[in-house]
């Protein structure tokens, strides 16, 4: 997880949006990565993962309105990111974090982006 959250704070301070492609790329790469991994994942990058699926399933439905091209990709983007979003918050539940804590946990990860 350390390397998409590192690529994503390197996207989320860039001036311009990234194209298609590469924004397609980037989320296959996620949900590869949350697919092999999710199971071996630990509490701090359940926590990584949630605040990426986040990001992405956001961006993805700003970009659905915008895109008459890309709105349905986007829009299954978004809907698959908020799949995993839910499940990583019933994990992190299931392992004893309450839903403060998991916005907490969240919160941080976002000031120090």
């Known amino acids: 997880m ?13 001036e311009t949006e990234i194209p298609f492609d590469e924004f ?13 991994k999710f ?4 509490n701090d990058d359940r926590v990584k993962a949630l605040y990426i699926c986040s990001i ?7 970009r659905a309105k915008e895109s008459k091209v890309n709105a ?6 978004s809907s698959k990111c908020a799949f995993w979003a839910d499940a990583i918050k019933f994990n992190l539940g299931k392992s ?8 907490k946990a969240t919160e941080e990860i976002n000031e120090n982006i």
């Open 2 to 14: 350390d390397k998409l959250l590192e690529k994503l704070k390197e996207y989320l301070h860039m």
């Open 39 to 42: 199971n071996d994942l630990n």
């Open 56 to 62: 992405v399933q956001s961006n993805a439905d700003a």
């Open 72 to 77: 349905k990709a986007f829009k299954k983007m």
């Open 96 to 103: 004893g974090m309450s839903p403060e804590e998991i916005e």
């Open 24 to 36: 397609s790329e980037y989320y296959r790469t996620l949900i590869e990565e949350l697919n092999l």
